[in-house]
């Protein structure tokens, strides 16, 4: 994933610096993308960051739809950045596995089978240490669709809903939170269903950018609804 990033780091580059040429402190850059090219947005706005192209305060909150999170002890890149998680937001359907094939308990019989095909992950700190391959980063927010679109996630009331993972209390307490949440349910479990496969399968269906963006459509028609809708009638009957 990183000498993805690299590559389109370096496609990037030009523009960034003839950016910053034209419009100097005023200059503002934000990365997103969904499935891996969210992760190729982290890694390349901490990259710009990093090798001090871009100050922080110019680098807006990446924004991530379905991504696999790709960094092992990224925690300790954002503290000697100075920054916290309001810098990454990743937004994950309630149900997809892609977010969670790299960050979920992987079972001991598979770590050693992944060591037995591939001798680096021998030293892997993640792997070794928690069990999983990459840490999540950033803000957790949960995005669940109508039970029509895709059943409920055993964690959450039912209904459509955008759900923000409180990560200001006890540190203990939200790491559980989000693991818990990245575990259920498991990848494999999923991957174990026939009906998992096919472009009408339940992989593709809580993956897929089309279905990321109609459960978005969702939330916010609820959020129209309930808020906006009430206020407009409200001022109509006033005049």
Known sequence: MYEAAKVIYEKVIPHVVDFLQTHGEQARFQFTGHSL??????????????????RCSMVEPVVTFGSPFVLCGGRKLLDELKLDDAQIYNVIMHRD????????????????????FKRSLHSHTC?????????????????????????????????????????????????????????????????????????????????DSSSYLKAINGVLRLHITATIVPKLREKKSLL
């Open 37 to 54: 090219g969210g992760s190729i947005a982290v890694l390349v706005s901490l990259m710009l960051l990093i090798r001090n192209v871009v």
């Open 97 to 116: 596995i892609v977010p969670r094939g790299f960050s979920c308990n992987i079972p001991g019989f598979l770590i050693s089978v992944l060591k037995l």
């Open 127 to 207: 792997l070794n240490e928690n069990k999983f391959m990459y840490s999540p980063l950033g803000n957790l927010l949960i995005l669940q669709p109508n039970a029509k679109s895709s059943p409920g996630h055993p964690l959450l009331p039912p209904g459509t809903a955008f759900y923000a993972l409180d990560t200001t209390g006890c540190k203990d307490t939200s790491n559980a939170a989000i693991n818990g949440f990245l575990n259920s349910p498991r990848p494999l479990q999923t991957l174990f269903d026939p009906k998992a496969y096919g472009d009408d399968g339940t992989v593709s269906l809580n993956h």
